[in-house]
DNA sequence: TATGAATGAGAGTTCATTCAT
DNA sequence: GATGAATGAACTCTCATTCAT
């Protein structure tokens, strides 16, 4: 009674002000990138001072790698969530190729591409952001290899090889979500959607009608 | 008179200090990114002052633009010089795809994609890097159009939308040269080049073996 | 009643916490020095919050000030302690000597010097300090006049002028312990006390062996 | 003629401005001390942007060890320009000892003793710092060891101990300078003076009259 | 009494840019 | 054309101090 919520976001309340700031950072981070982010920005956006950032996070670099992490878990949170209802592996494939090429219809992806763009562009020269970036990578792959397995067991795929899959699509999705993250008028989101659904149903080989 | 030079490079010869600085500015940018990338690192690498470099580009954001460019013209102008004595299309798409996938077996490529990802990462923020971006990337489908429609004609492939199978492959290309530039133990570059002209074979229909 | 004590030490137990306080920023002064003594690392030492070491004291100049008197406190009790039960007053100035080039054979005089040294360093800047010091440099002089009378009641020093010595001496002291404190390899301890021994002889008339 | 300057201060005039900074820090380390000089007091005081004195000395640190080395030169320089030309060990000796207890009547000599007194108690937590006082005042006893030799050479001294002489003597001048420096009533700066004098005299067997 | 959270006021340092020479 | 010197405007990080609880 006295401590006021239900259980179940115990922990989301004791780092209530980190989870804001951290918020906070990846809101800024994706509207202007790592390199023009400023932990006044931050402070600002979370309404706060920029000491009370430093009181939390200690550096701005630490900053900005815990909100890079927020990116990917909420990425992934939100992914399983949309994915784990979903029972044939053909839609669930649909709704990876959705997930990465309209993330616009979805409010709560943001602008994920935009720090994704950003993280592989510090992870050149940076071998610390190389290793998440590669974690986070080879995660998807693993997404995707799932999937594909899933389809390959209930015969709606072909049983080709799962890895030269993954990697084809995971490269595929991503070339095509760069074009749609920077507005390509050539590959508008619903282009690289039809693109990529053709090249899944032709490596694959399940039917599909754009 | 005495460096007069015969017709030929005159162009280059008036701005033998700028592309000296561009030069460096390049190498620079595709070591360190562009948020990194000082006026002083540029003007060391260059061996001169950065009032110098001030001189001769006024602003930063000018110099890194012009050096963006620079990039660009020396990747096509390589890469034409790289298709342009291949006569069959498949040869000359293969050539493309080891341009993308294998450029460290090519000095002169440098670091070339270290410096396409930050500008996608730019390009997501700034609407004139964007802008660049667009021309580039257009540029590049077009490139694989004209060898496709080659292909076409010569009967080497099968005849698909063109605009699809170039949406289709850049993005292909693109995600693995990502993968290829960062390094990823999953996606060697050897590896990314089969798979890239295994989609290849698949989409055009022409038979290719690894 | 449990915590009630036996009348004797009533004030300490009264500031049983400030003490504890003023004991822990004593430690850290004599380890950094005044001006990288930070209020956090009190708080740290004494196991304690920052914040209540600023209801004890209000400011952290207040805290510093209370610790250099404390400071004093401490060396004049277990001088007087140490000086106390020795009966002739050549004995007894040997022990002073003693006091002052031999501070670490005595664990309870810590790193008394090095706080002596950053006072004088303060006082030169900052009048209040100057109070304090000049008080407690004065204290130490009458120090050395008490038992410079005693020996000259005691027919164990001659009869010279008790300011002049005890100016000379307490300059000879003061510089002896610089060097000590500061571990100069020329003016080791032992060293420093011959001198010192061997000038107060010469000054007051008393025979000294090595 | 170009070159304006009659030769002889060349290498004051290529770091004019280095040496204008260092002038500048040494004033306000004198009157602050050096935990309290900032940047912009060494800039303010210079009359140019803290800017500028980064550009000259990169770090505080180093602007601060640069400091310490001129009050050092500026020290001796001054010192043996008043003692050179000096015949007579015992007039040079007692030069010596107005140079430490009457600093303020040469205005050459700044606020000399607040910079050394700064020196010891920073090195009493700071290597550094300390390596840099020992040869200091290993320098000064050295001084004092050659006016003694020398006064022992012309029979103007006794054949006592030199190291110990030098020792004592230096312990009690610094200690003396150290109350002067800090004004204290009880010991002022002729007082100071005469002490010094008596107890050289008695130490080195010359006769002196107050 | 005790603390965690919060902040304002700096401090050192960086860096693009300017300017006199 | 070329540079060293100079600066203003940031930006990160520190720290004494305050306040609600």
């Known amino acids: ?3 006021s919520d239900p259980a179940g976001a115990p922990a ?3 780092d209530d002000r980190r989870s804001q700031i ?3 950072a990846l809101d800024v981070i994706s509207h202007r990138g790592y390199s023009d982010t400023r932990v006044a920005d931050v402070a600002l956006r979370a309404g706060i001072s920029p000491a009370l950032v430093m009181y939390y996070f200690q550096t701005k670099d630490r900053l900005l790698a815990e909100a890079t992490r927020l990116a990917e878990d909420l990425w992934y949170q939100h ?4 994915l784990e209802a979903i029972p ?12 990465t090429c ?3 219809d979805d409010p709560a992806l943001g602008e994920s591409w935009a720090v994704w763009l950003d ?3 510090q992870a050149v020269h940076w071998p610390e952001v190389a290793a998440v970036r590669e974690e986070f990578d080879e995660h998807w792959r693993e997404t995707i290899r799932s999937v594909v397995r899933d389809g390959q067991a209930s015969d709606e795929f072909q049983l080709v090889d799962v890895d030269d899959v993954a990697i084809s699509l995971s ?3 991503d070339g095509l979500a760069i074009q749609v993250a920077l507005r390509d008028p050539v590959v508008t989101a619903h282009r690289a959607f039809d693109v990529a659904m053709m090249l899944a149903a032709r490596l694959l080989g399940f039917s599909w009608r754009a």
């Open 171 to 173: 490269a595929v999705l």
């Open 22 to 24: 951290l918020r906070a």
């Open 119 to 121: 993280l592989w562009a």
């Open 102 to 104: 309209l993330p616009q």
């Open 1 to 3: 009674m006295t401590t």
């Open 79 to 82: 992914g399983n969530r949309r």
């Open 88 to 99: 044939s592996a053909t839609a669930r494939l649909e709704e990876l190729v959705r997930l």
């Open 12 to 14: 989301d309340d004791l």
